[in-house]
């Protein structure tokens, strides 16, 4: 089953696995006339926080800058997290602003979503990691592929380990958001997504590792969430006496 925070990082709210899991070892066809499509049009490529380091070691640039240059960023509807997708260029035809010739020029840094497809990911809470076959309306010749020969063809399984702690990262912070926003002020709850998107996407050196730099920016949020609350408890604790008098 996924969890809110999944539904909106997989970009598509309305979005329900239908299909059956696959094992490992089961082997899975799909039909591609390698028209690129599926690099067009689409507004439902979710950038982790991991996918946009990753892009931006591959360009040497910070993230916040590939993130205002090249995605959209908007607050999950459900969970309430950060979600940043990729930007199709409207004046290039709806492409990805990443491809160029039919060749994606970012290919050994591609997006998660972009590196399994047709092939989608599910994680428990427990962290158990599946895929299934998503259903696809592409035609032309059938290629077939067993599922861990077809993820190891983009280092899928060397990734995992921190898929799996994004995922689990965003599954508890849901929770806490969602507390969070129950007692918050509209101003201080602008300053929590601000404090969201610092800490999963925008405060990463590419040249460092990226998971001890989450762990610091998820201690750091720790600590900037306990201050907001604070705050709100303050300034409730004004407005009632100012109440009384
Ligand atoms: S997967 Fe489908 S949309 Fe993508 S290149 Fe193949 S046929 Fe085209
Ligand atoms: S990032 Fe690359 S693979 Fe993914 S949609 Fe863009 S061009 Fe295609």
Known sequence: MLRDSQIDLCGQVDFTRTQPLLGRDEAFSFACN???????????????????????????LPPRIVAHGYCRE???????????RLA?????HNNCPFLTENHCAIHDAEP??????????????????????????????????????????YDVPAREAVDVCWAQTCMTLEDTVEELNTILSPVLARRL???????????YEFAQP???????????LEGECAKLRGYQEQLSTKCIEKNDR
């Open 112 to 153: 998660l979503v972009c590196a399994l497809y047709p092939l989608a990911q599910e994680i428990s809470g427990e962290g158990a990691v599946s895929y299934f076959l998503q259903p696809t309306s592409c035609g032309g010749p059938m290629f077939s592929a067993k599922v861990e020969d077809y993820l190891a063809r």
């Open 88 to 92: 199709p260029l409207k004046s290039q």
């Open 193 to 203: 997504e601000a404090k969201l998107w610092q800490a999963l996407y925008y405060d």
């Open 34 to 60: 390698g028209c690129g499509n599926c690099c067009r049009g689409r507004e439902d490529i979710v950038l982790s926080g991991f996918d946009l380091w990753r892009i931006a070691a591959r360009l040497r």
């Open 74 to 84: 908007s607050i999950g509807q459900v969970s309430r997290l950060p979600v940043l």
């Open 210 to 220: 990226f998971l001890p730099q989450l762990e610091r920016n998820l201690r750091w």
